[in-house]
């Protein structure tokens, strides 16, 4: 069904309100309905939340750096987490943030520049690339160009998107949430944490709404099929709107218009066959401090490593109950107590990931907003500065309240406020980028399991770089901030819970899976040593 102008004038006025941050209950209550019982009122959603959130993206690039290319602005859609809760079907439609600004790609160039990396190829066969090989593991960057002459590769970008690759076929990857297939057959699977991602051709451009589809572009058009779920597809000639398609519909799309799919059944068919595809075994070393019994006022984490050797978080300072966690029980932080715990290897140059709940209290202060969880990086390039989890206090650097990750020349800041006095599944899989100086630090951050950005902004260099302390080295420390000789007097309060520190950067399934099942995989485990 179409809205009505005084039903369009309504979702105008609860969808401002959830981009201010003032929703009411009532609204609340009101917008949960509609978002329930109208197809035509979540499309609207999705469309308004994505300009509003398009023009807060690209205002935030344009202050913090000049592009080196001509870039056109995309679309950014946050849904708020309470949606969720509503109907497992609607939370499948609005779970995440949709678009993060496209880039242009560069045509004439086959090989990626440094940028940030956006995702990695995670299964192959008999793949054969028309310039050098990627194998299983290869990051794939923002800007890339990837021609396949032949074979099947799997690309996972950090949204969660999965697309599977069949040559010959070209592919440009814009961000972790959109790209444009040139030529060759494309399938692609959406999780919930990314719906909205996008696949656009010279003829088409398909917004996936939590579903399975495959495109198939030629030099005539493009063909698209749903597998499940729905996708938007919006004709890229003049004045054609776009079309809602659902499981088993399809559509060709051409210069000349939209019409029926030749053969199509046979298609179908063809595309919903299963397919093998070499894997990279992933092995991770990993602690998980739960925080649900203290001994001496130590939190013992698991498992032990190989030898028996246990890893215990300690709190200093005026010690406060337990609190009921999100699992349990939880650590409260006053601001006057502090924890450490150690992780070998944490300070080094290889990746981690370090995922935890965490609640921040409404009404908390600006002053408040301190490391959740911070650590030394002993390594060249951030000069052995420090690396801090927080939650943004500057409302020139994005949202007040905003996840946010600092380190030595710079931040990554996200989009959803945490302070709202809920608990909020915070994951950051953070890189220092090697020795290589042309490979940035990469800084991937998750809130409630979707993307929240994987752009770092550029800024002053927090502190002169100092000499590496091995006695601070491999620390992690809760609720303080760091200074160069240890933990300063700014706090942080609120409650952390189930804290896991991983030895890699942990793929967006896996978060998801720490975030529903408080565990990872059990076959990519292994002791720490």
């Given amino acids: 069904m179409n809205l009505t102008d005084r039903e369009i004038l309504e979702l105008n006025q609860l969808c401002g309100a959830v981009v201010d941050g003032t929703l009411t209950d009532a609204q609340r209550a009101r917008l949960s309905q509609w978002l329930r019982e109208s197809a035509a009122a979540r499309r609207h959603y999705v469309r308004a939340l994505g300009q509003s959130a398009s023009l807060h993206s ?19 859609v946050r849904f708020p987490l309470w949606w969720a809760a509503i109907l497992p079907a609607a939370a499948a439609l609005v779970m995440g943030l949709i678009y993060l600004r496209t880039p242009a790609v560069d045509e004439n160039s086959g090989a990626a520049q440094p940028s940030d990396f956006v995702g990695r190829i995670t299964g192959v066969k008999d793949s054969q690339w028309a310039a050098g090989s990627l194998a299983t593991g290869a990051h794939v960057r923002k800007g890339q160009k990837l021609e396949l002459s032949a074979g099947v590769a799997e690309v996972t970008f950090d949204s969660g998107a999965r697309v599977v690759l069949e040559g010959a076929a070209s592919l440009h990857i814009n961000s972790a949430w959109d790209v444009t297939l040139r030529r060759g057959t494309l399938k692609a699977s959406v999780p919930p944490e990314a719906v909205g991602f996008r696949v656009s051709n010279a003829a088409v451009e398909v917004v996936d709404l939590g579903t399975e589809f495959t495109m198939v572009a030629d030099a005539g058009g493009a063909e698209v099929f749903v597998l499940k779920g729905e996708v938007e597809a919006a004709p890229r000639g003049a004045g054609q709107e776009a079309i809602l398609l659902k499981e088993g519909a399809s559509r060709r799309f051409a210069p000349t218009g939209v019409s029926d799919v030749n053969d199509s059944a046979r298609k179908f068919a063809l595309f919903t066959e299963p397919l093998a595809l070499d894997r ?3 092995v991770t070393r990993h602690l998980h401090w739960s925080f649900d019994e203290a001994v001496d006022g130590a939190f013992r984490a698991a498992p032990t490593d190989a030898t028996g050797h246990t890893f215990d978080a300690r709190l200093q300072g005026a010690m406060s109950a337990p609190t009921t966690g999100r699992r349990g029980l939880a650590l409260p932080f006053t601001g006057q107590n502090y924890g450490v715990a150690k992780f070998p290897g944490l300070s080094g140059n290889t990746p981690h990931t370090i995922a935890f709940w965490v609640r921040v209290p409404e009404d ?11 650590w030394f990086a002993n390594n060249r390039k951030l000069g052995n500065r420090h690396v801090g989890i927080n939650w943004n206090r500057d ?47 990469q800084v991937k951050q998750y809130v409630d399991g979707r993307l929240e950005s994987s752009t770092i902004i550029p800024g002053k260099t927090r502190g002169p770089a100092v000499a590496e302390n091995t006695a601070l080295a491999d620390l992690v420390w809760l609720g303080a901030r760091l200074g160069a000789t240890g933990p300063r007097q700014q706090r942080f309060r609120g409650d952390l819970d189930e804290l896991f520190i991983a030895d890699r950067g942990l793929e967006p399934q896996e978060i998801v899976s720490l975030m529903n099942e408080n565990r990872l995989p059990s076959a990519t485990l292994a002791a720490h040593r």
């Fill in 280 to 282: 990279l075994a992933l």
């Fill in 58 to 76: 690209y205002a935030a690039e344009v202050h913090t750096e000049a592009p080196d290319a001509p870039t056109r602005a995309a679309k950014v």
């Fill in 395 to 441: 409302r020139n650097d994005g949202p007040i309240g905003a996840l946010r990750t600092d380190f030595g020349g710079g931040q990554a800041v996200g989009l959803t406020s945490l302070r709202d006095g809920r608990w909020h599944h915070i994951a950051v899989c953070f890189s220092p980028g090697d020795e290589d100086p042309t490979v940035p630090v």
């Fill in 364 to 374: 908390a202060p600006l002053s408040d907003a301190y490391s959740m969880v911070t």
